[in-house]
C-alpha cells in the first residue's frame, strides 16, 4: 500500500506552499492571427460578455498551491516573484472564467510570446496571447489596450474557450483555429508538448 508516502507528500506540498505564501505576504511590496475575415459573432457576444464581466478570481488554498508550484516553473521566464506570482493569479482567474485549464493558457502563452507582455507581431497580434487588434473594434471597445495583462489574458481565454466548445473539445483543431492554421498539427503539437513538458500537474 502506498497511501503513507502519498499523504506524506501532499502534508509536504502544503507546508511548502504555507512557507512560501507567507514569505511572499511579508516581502514588501508567434504570431498567431485571428482569421480578421470569420468576425464570428458568437464569439464577439462572448468576447463583450467577458469584458464587461467583474475579476472571478477566488483565493482559495488549493489556488495558493498551484501557485506555488507554478511560480516554481515560471521563475525562468518572470524572474520577479511578486510580478510573477500577479501573473499566475490572473491567469488563474481568468482561465477558471472561461471554464479552461489554466495550465493549457500557460503553454498557449510560452509558445505564442514565451511571457513577453509586450511581443508584437509582424501581423499586429498582440500581447501575452497574441491577440488581433481588430476584436477590439468588433465588440466596440476600441479603447481597450490589448498591452495590459488583464485585458489581453480576458480576450485570449475567451477566445480560445470559443473556439473549444466550436470543435466540441478537440483541443488539436481548437488550438489550430486559436492560431489560424485549422487542417495542419505543428501548432497545436508544440502547445499540448509544452503543457506536458512545462505546466501538467496531476488531477
Same mark, same amino acid.
Given at each position: 500500500?502506498?497511501?503513507?508516502?502519498?499523504?506524506?507528500?501532499?502534508?509536504?506540498?502544503? +507546508?511548502?506552499?504555507?512557507?512560501?505564501?507567507?514569505?511572499?505576504?511579508?516581502?514588501? +511590496?508567434?504570431?498567431?492571427?485571428? @482569421?480578421?475575415?470569420?468576425?464570428?459573432?458568437?464569439?464577439?457576444?462572448?468576447?463583450?460578455?467577458?469584458?464587461? @464581466? =467583474? $475579476?472571478?478570481?477566488? /483565493?482559495?488554498?488549493?489556488? %495558493?498551491?498551484?501557485?506555488?508550484? #507554478?511560480?516554481?516553473?515560471?521563475?525562468?521566464?518572470? *524572474? $520577479?516573484?511578486?510580478?510573477?506570482?500577479?501573473?499566475?493569479? #490572473?491567469?488563474?482567474?481568468?482561465?477558471?472564467?472561461?471554464?479552461? %485549464?489554466?495550465?493549457?493558457?500557460? =503553454?498557449?502563452? &510560452?509558445?505564442?510570446?514565451?511571457?513577453?507582455?509586450?511581443?508584437?507581431?509582424? +501581423?499586429?497580434? %498582440?500581447?501575452?496571447? &497574441?491577440?488581433?487588434?481588430?476584436? *477590439?473594434?468588433?465588440?466596440?471597445?476600441?479603447? /481597450?489596450?490589448?498591452?495590459?495583462?488583464?485585458? @489581453?489574458?480576458?480576450?485570449?481565454?475567451?477566445?480560445? *474557450?470559443?473556439?473549444? /466548445?466550436?470543435?466540441?473539445? $478537440?483541443?488539436?483543431?481548437?488550438?489550430?483555429?486559436? @492560431?489560424?492554421?485549422?487542417?495542419?498539427?505543428? !501548432?497545436?503539437?508544440?502547445?499540448?508538448? !509544452?503543457? %506536458? *513538458?512545462?505546466?501538467?500537474?496531476?488531477?
Amino acid at each position: 500500500m502506498l497511501i503513507w508516502p502519498f499523504i506524506k507528500a501532499r502534508s509536504n506540498r502544503w +507546508v511548502t506552499a504555507f512557507a512560501f505564501i507567507f514569505s511572499v505576504l511579508l516581502t514588501p +511590496v508567434s504570431s498567431h492571427a485571428i @482569421n480578421e475575415e470569420e468576425h464570428d459573432p458568437a464569439l464577439r457576444a462572448a468576447l463583450l460578455d467577458a469584458v464587461s @464581466n =467583474a $475579476d472571478s478570481f477566488e /483565493d482559495k488554498f488549493d489556488a %495558493q498551491v498551484w501557485l506555488v508550484d #507554478m511560480s516554481t516553473r515560471l521563475r525562468r521566464y518572470v *524572474k $520577479d516573484d511578486e510580478r510573477r506570482l500577479e501573473l499566475l493569479r #490572473m491567469i488563474h482567474a481568468e482561465a477558471k472564467r472561461a471554464n479552461i %485549464q489554466p495550465e493549457l493558457v500557460l =503553454a498557449v502563452i &510560452q509558445t505564442e510570446s514565451a511571457f513577453d507582455r509586450f511581443a508584437l507581431s509582424y +501581423v499586429g497580434a %498582440q500581447g501575452y496571447m &497574441q491577440v488581433m487588434p481588430f476584436w *477590439k473594434n468588433e465588440i466596440g471597445r476600441p479603447e /481597450d489596450n490589448l498591452m495590459d495583462t488583464r485585458t @489581453n489574458l480576458r480576450y485570449g481565454c475567451t477566445i480560445l *474557450k470559443h473556439y473549444l /466548445d466550436r470543435e466540441k473539445g $478537440d483541443w488539436i483543431r481548437a488550438l489550430a483555429r486559436y @492560431n489560424g492554421s485549422l487542417g495542419r498539427t505543428k !501548432y497545436p503539437e508544440k502547445v499540448m508538448n !509544452y503543457w %506536458q *513538458k512545462h505546466w501538467f500537474v496531476a488531477q
